[in-house]
């Protein structure tokens, strides 16, 4: 079993449309969860950030943490053509120099 | 600009040889990074460099060699040891100190390919 699960897609919705990504993962002791995009052929670029549990809002993206439940959303408010990307979790331990783990990606796209 | 970048954007491997993949960083970033991507896998950590002259093998490391002379600069040669080469490889830096390396700034990748 992997230690962070991620459907790959891909997930086509109409432009406007709520999106919702997730993933799980089996390691108790990650504390920092991250959300990357990354465009075709493009390096990721970190979205958002979350230490621990709960919410954190930027704009049209919101990301949240359930520890208890070891799973993690990102959801996408009106969603726009431009959002169509690969979105990468990431999460890692506490502590110093840790290892980043990812997932391995789901496809976005949004139709006009 | 800050930023990363790597070069070249596409490359070719010819059975034997090996080829280096060039990342230079601008951001003053202590710790650097390279990491291979795969259709259908996450990003795999190969080798990572926390400060200058010292370096650390990743998940993958064999057939793969670095060097980290330069803060600036951290090189990776994919060796003739490495036998299925193909991926996308993304180098990456970040700050280091407690809980920063999690925000990762990458280049834009180089693909390589075997002829």
């Known amino acids: 079993q992997k230690e962070v699960e991620q459907d790959p897609g891909p997930l086509s919705v109409p432009e406007g449309a709520i999106v919702s990504l997730n993933c799980t993962y089996s390691?108790?002791?990650?504390?920092?969860f991250m959300w990357y995009r990354q465009y075709s052929r493009k390096g990721p670029e970190l979205l958002m950030y979350?230490?621990?549990?709960g919410n954190k809002e930027d704009g049209r993206f919101t990301a949240q943490v359930d520890k208890s439940s070891k799973y993690i959303s990102l959801f996408i408010r009106d969603s726009q053509p431009s959002d169509s990307a690969t979105y990468l979790c990431a999460m890692r331990n506490s502590g110093g120099y840790q290892k980043v783990t990812f997932g391995i990606g789901t496809k976005l796209q949004v139709i006009p | 600009d800050g930023g990363i970048t790597q070069s070249p954007k596409y490359l070719f491997r010819k059975e034997g040889q090996n080829v280096t993949l060039s990342c230079e960083q601008n951001?003053?970033?202590?710790?650097m990074y390279w990491y291979r991507q795969d259709p259908g896998q996450g990003l795999r950590l190969i080798y990572y460099?926390?400060?200058?002259?010292?370096?650390q093998k990743g998940d993958i490391a064999e057939g793969y060699s670095v060097s980290r002379e330069k803060k600036e600069s951290f090189p990776l040669t994919v060796t003739s040891a490495q036998k299925n080469p193909t991926a996308f490889y993304l180098c990456?830096?970040?700050?280091?100190?407690?809980?920063?390396?999690?925000?990762?700034?990458f280049g834009s990748g180089t693909q390589l390919s075997v002829l």
């Open positions: 951001l003053n970033h202590d710790a």
């Open positions: 990456a830096s970040s700050a280091t100190g407690a809980s920063t390396n999690e925000k990762l700034f």
């Open positions: 460099s926390q400060i200058v002259n010292d370096f």
């Open positions: 390691n108790s002791a990650f504390q920092y």
């Open positions: 979350t230490y621990s549990s």
